[in-house]
């Protein structure tokens, strides 16, 4: 079986148990994924299938929407919700105009530091590897591109936004980066992806949906071209 799977990941689980799923239940020897979701995101998830495997890279280079929330006033050690709160500032007196503002500056060229519970990969182990065992290492900043950025509704101390951005774009830092901006300090409460190139998540499948598939079924649900 070859071709792309699109599923709509839930929280909970990660994006290799999405993938172990696949491979043990329909009995497909060869399966990735085009980019990783954290355990508490949600979203498009592309799945390959057999020689698609060889297409990695070509998706992972594509541009990627989210939606998010950004809650202000809370800094944590992962610059998410889930991470431990080391600072804690009030958000009274920062207005809308000023949080718009702030957002709007980001849009275009930026430099942004990895995260150290990313993905990435130093001599071989991941940073959140090292992280996990209370290590930090210095990392260099990367050139990313936000394309399109903007607020869709305020309710301090919570901000919702879309993003649409390059390969290798951290929401999570760019909400901490937001936060420090204000003044308040501020990290990612909640991150849904809604697309990734062409691929969108209207078309995708659910992972409830997803389970009550035999191997047949599923053929109607896999995509053998890429636009």
Known sequence: MNGLLLV???KGPTSHDIVDFVRRHFNVR???HS?????NATGLLILLLGNFTKLSSR???MKKDYEATLLLGITTDTQ???GRIVKQNPVDG???DEIKNVFSSFKGKLSQLPPMVSAKRIRGRRFYELSRKGKTIERKPIEIKIFEIWVDRIRLPEVDFFVSCSKGTYVRTL???IGNILGCGGCLNDLRRLMIGNFKIED???FDGLRKLDREKLREYVITSIP
């Open 59 to 61: 998706l992972t280079d």
């Open 35 to 39: 980019g990783t979701l954290d355990p």
């Open 30 to 32: 060869k399966v990735g």
């Open 175 to 177: 909400c901490e980066d």
């Open 204 to 206: 995708a499948i659910s």
């Open 94 to 96: 920062i207005g809308p």
């Open 8 to 10: 709509d990941k839930p």
């Open 80 to 82: 998410d919700i889930q």
